[in-house]
């Protein structure tokens, strides 16, 4: 497996469990969490596809 995808899969759930304790504070409805995650999850197979090229 790529260094870099294990980085960003690390990444991802660190974001996760980041935006779990934002969404506490701001009260962020389910819709608002996968909406957050989706944009996040495409950049960074975004970020990752341009190191590919």
């Known amino acids: 497996m790529d260094g870099g995808l294990i980085l960003l899969v690390f990444l991802a759930v660190l974001f996760a469990w980041l935006l779990n304790r934002v ?15 989706i944009v996040f999850i495409l950049a ?4 990752w596809g341009q190191t590919k090229i």
């Open 44 to 47: 960074m197979l975004m970020i």
């Open 23 to 37: 969404r506490r504070a701001f009260r962020l409805g389910p819709v608002g969490y996968a909406g957050v995650m």
